[in-house]
């Protein structure tokens, strides 16, 4: 099973971007569908978005639709998240996460490798 480790998280003004990378290790990283969770302050974890094994197929919560974007590399063992016109509701710890299924999914019951999350902070 593979290790995952995300990077990238920081502050940023509203209206800004960042991207976010989550490196994977071991050999299976392509059979993995990979999706990106959220927890902000007082909040309980929340969806964001998640990309297939062959990232053809992607899905995003409607909070971030259309102003973040998932992509993955299988042959650099790396998931993305690029996330632009960044929201200061935004501000959450966020965390990549590895699922062994088929499509996608939303659910966490679906993900069974977590990374130990980066906060990003968006200030007004």
């Known amino acids: 099973q593979v290790q995952l480790v995300e990077s990238g998280g920081g502050l940023v003004q509203a209206g800004g971007s960042l991207r976010l990378s989550c490196a994977a290790s071991?050999?299976?990283?392509?059979?993995?569908?990979m999706g990106w969770f959220r927890q902000a302050p007082g909040k309980e974890r929340e969806f964001v978005a998640t990309?297939?094994?062959?990232?053809?197929?992607?899905y995003y919560a409607d909070s971030v639709k259309g102003r973040f974007t998932i992509s993955r590399d299988n042959a650099r063992n790396t998931v993305y998240l690029q996330m632009n016109t960044l929201k200061p509701e935004d501000t959450a710890v966020y965390y990549c996460?590895?699922?062994?299924?088929?499509?996608?999914?939303?659910?966490?019951?679906?993900?069974?490798?977590w990374g130990q999350g980066t906060q990003v902070t968006v200030s007004s």
């Open positions: 071991g050999r299976t990283f392509s059979d993995y569908a």
């Open positions: 996460a590895g699922g062994m299924y088929s499509g996608t999914s939303t659910r966490e019951y679906n993900y069974r490798i």
């Open positions: 990309i297939n094994r062959g990232g053809s197929s992607t």
